[in-house]
């Protein structure tokens, strides 16, 4: 009942910046977290950033003063600006978006939905 798609992936050399976009899209009453994490070979998926409905942000230490998230003008679009990247933020970045659907009477909040995306592959290379 939602989907949950990312772009914006591409490969860009070290130092360099790369956009990611994420749209949720569905039955979904509020999309109250929204957040990217990353999975490179070898390696357990990570946690990258969040922000939350009251655009509360909190960032891994790893990205943090490179990364910013913010919110798009579309509903239920986030957005991921990584600047200064280095080989290790190479990886295949997911978009995870929760909250809760629209119940039958589409005006009052339903199930709690927890969705991830197909992920978009970032490569670092020279």
């Known amino acids: 009942q939602v989907q949950v798609v990312e772009s914006g992936g591409g490969l860009v050399q070290p130092g360099g910046s790369l956009r990611l976009s994420c749209n949720a899209s569905?039955?979904?009453?509020?999309?109250?977290?929204m957040g990217w994490y990353r999975q490179s070979p070898g390696n357990q998926r990570e946690f990258v950033a969040s922000?939350?409905?009251?655009?509360?942000?909190y960032y891994a230490d790893a990205v943090k003063g490179r990364f910013t998230i913010s919110r798009e003008s579309a509903e239920n679009t986030i957005a991921l600006q990584m600047n200064f990247l280095t080989f290790q933020d190479a990886g295949v970045y997911y978009c995870?978006?929760?909250?809760?659907?629209?119940?039958?009477?589409?005006?009052?909040?339903?199930?709690?939905?927890?969705?991830w995306g197909q992920g978009t592959q970032v490569s670092v290379s020279t």
């Open positions: 569905g039955n979904i009453f509020s999309a109250n977290w």
């Open positions: 922000i939350a409905s009251d655009n509360y942000k």
């Open positions: 995870n978006a929760k909250g809760t659907l629209k119940s039958a009477a589409h005006t009052q909040p339903g199930a709690i939905f927890n969705t």
